[in-house]
Nanobody, 123 residues
């Protein structure tokens, strides 16, 4: 399974970016896709996730109300819409997939990862 994350770039504080995650295949009938991020010198942290079977959606407190994760069924991809960006959102963003649609914020639960896309937010 290969995951391709795209859409990163440079934005000003208060601006928006839209990330996309495309999976070469979905190896399980039930799965969840999540976005994580890793800032320089920091540990990778959970951002948001969406379950396939029940659209179980969860967000980190730091992005709740600003970011929206969704599924674009027509394009077979997951999208992370990021609004009201802050400089502290600067990081490499990764999408990942795990078996089962239940929520997990633990990176170790996710089996396949994309290569990451860099988001830089200037103040």
């Amino acid at each position: 399974v290969q995951l391709q994350a795209s859409g990163g770039g440079l934005a000003q504080a208060g601006g928006s970016l839209r990330l996309s995650c495309v999976a070469s295949r979905r190896p399980w009938s039930s799965y969840a896709i999540a976005w994580f991020r890793q800032a320089p010198g920091q540990v990778r942290e959970f951002v948001a996730s969406i379950g396939f079977t029940d659209h179980n959606i969860n967000y980190a407190d730091s992005v709740e109300g600003r970011f929206t994760i969704s599924r674009d069924s027509a394009e077979n991809r997951e999208v992370l819409q990021m609004n009201s960006l802050k400089p502290e959102d600067t990081a490499v963003y990764y999408c990942a997939i795990k078996r089962g649609s239940s929520y997990s914020h633990l990176s170790g639960d996710y089996e396949y990862w994309g290569q990451g896309t860099l988001v830089t937010v200037s103040s």
